[in-house]
């Protein structure tokens, strides 16, 4: 099995950053991303490192992300990170750590497909 472990959640200011890590241990993983759920929301794709197994795999962005927030991974440690600038209110949710093992695994922007989750982190932006 697989256990992911989110921390770095909090309150920020408008404008402001957070870095969020997740922690994984169990089985080898083929990808791992993020997602987000605000209230009355479904849950949305943010970011996920896809064919980690490969060269260290190839980061890709939900548009809201893209030239804000930044995913990596320290392989040594097994850890992914969501480094998140010029927070906006909107951006306020639940954010949970997602991760898959199936080889060749193609639905990334799925939540659905994922067989892994993290408890979530809060992450609240104040305006």
């Known amino acids: 099995q697989v256990q992911l472990v989110e921390s770095g959640g909090g309150l920020v200011q408008a404008g402001g950053s957070l870095r969020l890590s997740c922690a994984a241990s169990g089985r080898t993983l083929t990808i791992m991303g993020w997602f987000r759920q605000a209230p009355g929301k479904e849950r949305e794709f943010v970011a996920a490192?896809?064919?980690?197994?490969?060269?260290?795999?190839?980061?890709v962005y939900a548009g809201f992300a893209e030239g804000r927030f930044t995913i990596s991974r320290d392989s040594a440690k097994n850890t992914m990170y969501l480094q998140m600038n010029n927070l906006e209110p909107e951006d306020t949710a639940v954010y949970l750590c997602?991760?898959?093992?199936?080889?060749?695994?193609?639905?990334?922007?799925?939540?659905?497909?994922?067989?892994?989750w993290g408890q979530g982190t809060q992450v609240t932006v104040s305006s």
């Open positions: 490192i896809e064919r980690i197994q490969e060269s260290g795999g190839r980061a």
């Open positions: 997602a991760a898959d093992s199936t080889v060749g695994f193609v639905n990334t922007f799925s939540f659905r497909a994922y067989d892994y």
